[in-house]
C-alpha cells in the first residue's frame, strides 16, 4: 500500500494555489486573507477557536448518541422482525429525505434559541443513516448462519447477541460515520441561526465583523475535525470488526 | 426400532409461481449407528428432506420420528454440517465451536473442556484463537464438524458437507469423517450428488429420482475397496437408478 502521506499532497497543492492567489491580489486581502494571516489568526484567538469548537463537537456528540441509542436497537428489531419492517418502510422513507436543514425554523419555533434546536437537528439528521445501515447490516446475514442458530435450538437473545449484532456492526459502523458526516453538517448551519455559539456561529459572526481570516479559520477547524472524528470511528471499526481483516476489498 | 423414521413426508413450497411440490412420499428409515447416503441430481430434493429432518422447516405431509418421538422443530438428538460450513466469521474457532453447547445453556467450564476435546479429536487445537477465514476450507468444515459433534448428537445431517471441496481435501476428510463414525457410532445422514462418495462413505444409499423427489433404497457391504470390481458394479447400478434415461440412451 502507499505511504498515508501520499494524502498530504492535494493540501499542499492547495495551500499553494491559495498563496499564490493571494500574491497575485486577485482579491483584496481584507476579503481573501492569505495563509500567514490565518495562521496568525489561530495564534491570538485560539481561545475563542477552542471554547466554539469544545461547543459544536459537544453537540454533535450529544446528538450522534442520542440517535445512535436510538436508531440501531431499532434497526436490529426492524431487520430482523417482516412486520415492523412493513410498519416502519413508508415513514423512514418519507422523513428521511427531508434535510435537517429545512426543520430549524419549526425547531426554533418549538425549542427557541439555543442547545436544544441543535441537538434535536443533529440527532435527526444522524438518526436516519444509522436506522437504515443497521436494518441493511440485519438484513445481509448470511442465512445459514441464522439456520445453524435454529438447528442448535439458539434462544431468539442469543440469536441477538451472538449473531445478528455482531454480523450487522460493520453496517452500523459505515452508518456512524455516515451520522456524524451528516450531525458535522447540521451543527454548523444551525449554529449560523439557532445558537449563540459553536463553530457555526463563530464563522457567521466573523463575516458580520469583517474577519475574513476567522472565517478561514473555523472553516479549516471544522474539515481537521471532520478528518480526525472519521479517522477515529474507522480505527474504531477495525478493533471492534477485526475479524473482519483480509475479508473485505478494502484494507484499512 | 428404527431411529430415524420418515413415512409418506411430503413437502409443498409456496411460491409466486403457485405452489411447488419438492417431496412426494417419501419412506426412509435409519437405524442407530447406520451411515446413510442420500444420492441425488442437483434440484431432486434430498437437500429439502435433510431441512425437514433437522426441523428447519415443516414438512406438509408425512411424519417423522427421531428416537420415537415425531419431530417438531429441531430435535435435541440431531446436528446439522452445512455445505458452505456455517462458521460465525466473528468468533474463533474455538468460539464457533462452542456455539451449539452456549444455545443448550451448557456452563463455561463444560464448554471449554468439551471444546478442547474436540479441537484435539479434530487436530485443530494450533488453530483455536483464529478466525474462519483464516483456515483453508477443508479446515473450516473439520470445525463446522467438531461444532456439530459437541453435542454428543445421536445422528449427525451432513448437507453436501464435502462438496466445494478439492478432490484431495474431500478424501482425507471422508475417510476422517469414517473413523470418527466408527468411534462414536453415532447415525449419520449424507447428502451427497456423488456417487463416488456414496458408494465410499454408506451402509446404504438412498436415491432419489427428481421432481418430485422419490427413494429407492440399496444396501451396501463392507468393507469397501475401489479396487475391485465389486464397487465399479455398485457405482453402476448406482447410476442406473439414478439417471435412469441417461443410461439407457447411453446404451442404444
Given amino acids: 500500500m502507499p505511504s498515508r502521506v501520499f494524502g498530504l499532497l492535494p493540501l499542499l497543492a492547495l495551500l499553494a494555489l491559495w498563496q499564490a492567489v493571494s500574491w497575485a491580489q486577485i482579491y483584496p486581502t481584507l476579503l481573501l486573507p492569505p495563509p500567514a494571516k490565518v495562521a496568525a489568526a489561530f495564534v491570538t484567538e485560539y481561545p475563542d477557536i477552542l471554547r466554539n469548537a469544545a461547543a459544536s463537537i459537544t453537540r454533535v456528540i450529544v446528538g450522534v448518541s442520542l440517535a445512535f441509542c436510538f436508531a440501531v436497537p431499532l434497526g436490529l428489531l426492524i431487520g430482523r422482525y417482516q412486520i415492523l419492517d412493513v410498519l416502519a ?8 429525505s427531508v434535510p435537517p436543514i429545512s426543520l430549524i425554523p419549526m425547531a426554533l419555533l418549538l425549542f427557541g434559541i439555543g442547545d436544544k434546536p441543535a441537538i434535536v437537528l443533529i440527532f435527526l439528521a444522524a438518526t436516519w443513516p444509522l436506522l437504515i445501515n443497521t436494518i441493511f447490516g440485519v438484513r445481509s446475514i448470511e442465512r445459514t448462519l441464522i439456520k445453524v442458530a435454529r438447528a442448535a435450538r439458539a434462544s431468539e437473545q442469543l440469536i441477538f447477541r451472538d449473531i445478528i449484532l455482531p454480523s450487522a456492526m460493520p453496517a452500523v459502523f459505515t452508518g456512524l460515520r455516515l451520522a456524524i458526516g451528516g450531525g458535522w453538517l447540521t451543527v454548523v448551519t444551525a449554529e449560523m441561526i439557532a445558537v449563540k455559539s459553536g463553530l457555526g456561529y463563530m464563522i457567521l459572526n466573523a463575516q458580520l465583523t469583517f474577519r475574513s481570516e476567522l472565517i478561514v479559520a473555523g472553516i479549516v477547524v471544522i474539515g481537521a475535525i471532520g478528518l480526525i472524528s472519521d479517522q477515529g470511528v474507522r480505527a474504531l471499526r477495525a478493533r471492534v470488526c477485526r475479524w473482519q481483516e483480509g475479508l473485505t476489498a478494502e484494507a484499512e | 426400532m428404527q431411529f430415524l423414521e420418515c413415512r409418506g413426508v411430503g413437502k409443498i413450497y409456496a411460491s409466486k409461481a403457485g405452489p411447488v411440490e419438492a417431496l412426494r412420499g417419501i419412506d426412509l428409515a435409519a437405524s442407530e449407528g447406520e451411515f446413510v447416503c442420500l444420492l441425488g441430481l442437483s434440484g431432486c430434493g434430498k437437500s429439502t428432506l435433510l431441512q425437514l429432518i433437522a ?7 408425512g411424519s ?7 419431530l417438531d422443530g429441531p430435535s435435541d438428538e440431531t446436528s446439522i454440517v452445512f455445505q458452505d460450513h456455517g462458521l460465525f466469521p466473528w468468533m474463533t474457532v474455538e468460539r464457533n465451536i462452542e456455539f451449539n453447547m452456549k444455545a443448550r445453556s451448557v456452563p463455561s467450564d463444560a464448554r471449554a473442556a468439551r471444546a478442547a476435546e474436540l479441537l484435539t479429536m479434530m487436530r485443530l487445537s494450533d488453530f483455536a484463537a483464529r478466525y474462519p477465514h483464516e483456515l483453508s476450507g477443508g479446515m473450516r468444515q473439520r470445525v463446522g464438524i467438531a ?16 462438496g466445494a471441496l478439492d478432490a484431495q481435501t474431500r478424501g482425507r476428510l471422508q475417510e476422517e469423517l469414517l473413523q470418527i463414525w466408527e468411534h462414536q457410532r453415532t447415525t449419520v445422514l449424507f447428502v451427497t450428488h456423488s456417487i463416488d462418495e456414496a458408494v465410499f462413505l454408506a451402509d446404504r ?6 421432481q418430485p423427489g422419490r427413494i429407492t433404497a440399496t444396501a451396501l457391504p463392507r468393507p469397501r475397496d475401489p479396487e475391485t470390481p465389486r464397487f465399479t458394479a455398485l457405482k453402476k447400478e448406482l447410476r442406473r437408478m439414478l439417471v435412469p434415461e441417461m443410461y439407457g440412451a447411453a446404451l442404444s
Fill in chain 2, 205 to 210: 444409499v438412498a436415491v432419489f429420482s427428481p
Fill in chain 2, 55 to 61: 426441523g428447519l422447516e415443516a414438512r406438509t405431509a
Fill in chain 2, 147 to 162: 461444532r456439530a459433534l459437541t453435542t454428543r448428537p445421536r445422528a449427525l445431517l451432513m448437507d453436501e458437507p464435502f
Fill in chain 1, 89 to 96: 418502510d413508508w415513514s423512514i422513507q418519507i422523513f428521511r
Fill in chain 2, 64 to 70: 417423522i420420528r427421531v428416537g420415537g418421538i415425531e
